[in-house]
């Protein structure tokens, strides 16, 4: 009752975003981008669908079901721990550093898609404050300060990351704002013991502290009696006695683990997760031996243990990772925790059998690292380096060596247009091609191409390319079997060339096209997308030349329609509504703004 219990609490906004997934708007633009989630509310107690907020591109099990989504956003068939998956995230940073306490988060469009929230060291060090513990579910529709309960940090941090799982939110979710509270001193006994620790420690008092073992509980007494009875040297003796005797004794430990057959042990191994492989390596030296065997590391996403990976990670997978063939390494090591000579090491080794590599917001990934994919995975087939946003112009150039190219997402990168030109001509065989928000490219140029050299193509994600016209388009309806197209905000395409009818018409298996604010997108554009006899999902937000007529007419041929979104189209609220009890298996989307 003596102590003192005063702190100074400290209340701040969000400063800077320092890295981001995914965003709505363009970087060019303010309206929907992740900049908007900076300073204090503007919109919030409104509800609705406000262009000062910061909104991702996907919402729902859409993106994930379309074929691009299933290219892309779909993880890699390994064993995984139970949680629930994230699709997004952003990196926020605010202007001093605190002990967390709580945090705001002003939902002011469809919210419930926080999915978990991490307090980082600006080092690569992350710490979970809060993490759903059941599938996402959409809140009620109406504004709201989502504040959930936060694990005690042992560290300042200044810097927040906020995860998303919007797999089952109906529409788009919105951000105004995030704010931090946290103290200026430490609360819990961990935080307070960590403050008085030097800088700079040596390797056994750094492993010490990575275990935790410098913070003691409140009982001392207890533990001291049980140090006295182990450290006892008669107790020390026998002890290190029977531990002689097991290691010499061929005799196996491991009960009827030890009878099983090599093939059966593998079998079960392969059911456990990375880091349950490296917890069961430490039982035994069977289950080490069992834990190097290749076969259990041919898929590997460290993706789902982002916050442990390390260069230690890619040391302890190196030696058991000769028949690599899919690596998701997506979110993992910046803010200095892999060096990328660290990774190219590694892809010295992992490289030759590697088929499948994401490095989706990876800026581990370098030139040199980039360098060493080209020299030592010549049998790659599908690369991303979606959102690597730090890489130059330049340092895409070395990507034209690869050339078994058959998928490749360059989403949101400056790539070059004479680098993605190379890369086309070089791999004849590419199906799914993302090159949505690169502002270094020429749609038209590319759409020509393609029609010469990629004929086989089935996704194409040009979404925000503001140099693709009809003259592209027109070109493009030479790849027939395009079975994923999203031109949206493409605002340069001219729908009086009819290149866009003709486009629709020359691909038949369509079974997802985005054509988001086509101003000039009207009645016989519909009527062309009405005989897709596979379409599932379209999207016609902001064209306001399509008349209700038309929409009823496409609705009742096109059975096989999953979504419509119609948001900011001249239809009116009543009609919408009319058209939802009409077709209750089409997910019609309808989008307002809340003007009070």
């Not at 721990?81 to 605190?98: A, L, M, P, Q, W």
Request: glycine share 6%; net charge negative.
């Amino acid at each position: 009752m003596d102590e003192d219990y005063s702190y100074i609490l400290v209340e701040q906004y969000a400063t800077e975003v320092l890295d981001f997934s995914s965003q709505y708007g363009s970087d060019h633009s303010i309206s929907y981008t992740a900049h908007n989630i900076t300073g204090m509310p503007t919109k919030f107690p409104s509800y609705g669908d406000f262009s000062q907020t910061y909104v991702m591109r996907d919402y729902g099990p859409w993106w994930t079901e379309s074929p691009s989504g299933k290219v892309w956003r779909t993880s890699y068939k390994c064993p995984k721990r139970r949680k629930i998956h994230s699709g997004n995230f952003i990196d926020i940073k605010y202007e001093h550093s605190v002990y967390p306490i709580r945090i705001h988060i002003y939902e002011t469009y469809n919210p419930g898609g926080v999915s978990a929230i991490w307090a980082g060291n600006c080092r690569g060090d992350w710490k979970l404050l809060w993490e759903s513990t059941s599938a996402t579910e959409a809140a009620s529709q109406r504004p709201r300060i989502f504040s959930p309960p936060l694990q005690q940090t042992s560290f300042k941090t200044k810097l927040i990351r906020i995860e998303f799982n919007q797999s089952e939110l109906p529409y788009y979710t919105e951000i105004d704002a995030v704010a931090l509270l946290g103290t200026l001193d430490p609360i819990s006994n961990e935080a307070k013991v960590n403050k008085l620790l030097p800088d700079k420690m040596g390797k056994i008092m750094q492993s010490i502290v990575d275990r935790r073992l410098h913070i003691l509980p409140q009982n001392t007494t207890e533990i001291l009696e049980n140090c006295h009875k182990q450290l006892h040297p008669a107790a020390m003796k026998q002890f290190t006695q029977k531990l002689s005797q097991r290691e010499k004794s061929a005799e196996s430990h491991l009960g009827y683990f030890g009878v099983l057959p090599y093939e059966i042990l593998m079998s079960i191994f392969g059911y456990l997760d990375l880091r349950s492989l490296v917890q069961i390596s430490a039982v035994s030296k069977q289950f080490r031996e069992l834990s190097y065997d290749p076969y259990l590391y041919r898929t590997v996403d460290l993706r789902d243990i982002f916050n442990l990976t390390s260069d230690k990670t890619l040391d302890w997978l190196r030696p058991r990772c000769s028949n690599l063939s899919a690596l998701d390494m997506s979110w993992c090591g910046n803010y200095g925790k892999i060096k990328p000579s660290s990774f190219v090491e590694f892809l010295e080794y992992a490289g030759p059998s590697l088929q499948f590599l994401r490095l989706d917001n990876c800026h581990v990934a370098t030139r040199d690292v980039l360098e060493a994919i080209v020299r030592n995975a010549k049998n790659l087939k599908d690369l991303s380096l979606g959102n690597c946003h730090l890489l130059n112009l330049v340092d895409f150039h070395v990507l034209t060596g690869l050339t078994n190219l058959e998928s490749l997402n360059l989403y949101r990168t400056t790539v070059g247009q004479s680098t993605v030109l190379s890369i086309l001509c070089g791999n004849r065989n590419i199906r799914n091609l993302c090159l949505a928000c690169c502002p270094n490219i020429d749609g038209d140029d590319i759409c020509i191409v393609l029609s010469h050299c990629q004929t086989e193509l089935e996704c194409l994600d040009l979404w925000r390319c503001s140099s693709l016209t009809d003259r592209g388009i027109l070109n493009l309806a030479t790849c027939s079997k395009l079975r994923d197209l999203d031109i949206g905000w493409c605002l340069g395409i001219q729908v009086v060339t009819g290149a866009l009818v003709h486009l629709i018409e020359s691909c038949p298996e369509l079974q997802r096209l985005y054509l988001t604010a086509h101003r000039q997108t009207g009645d016989r554009e519909l009527i062309a997308v009405s005989k897709l006899k596979h379409l599932e999902q379209l999207d016609i937000l902001g064209n306001r030349n399509v008349t209700l007529s038309t929409i009823q007419e496409l609705l009742a041929a096109v059975p096989s329609l999953k979504l419509l979104d119609a948001s900011f189209c001249e239809l009116g609220d009543s009609n919408v509504l009319q058209l939802r009890q009409d077709y209750p298996n089409v997910d019609i989307k309808w989008s307002f703004t809340d003007v009070n």
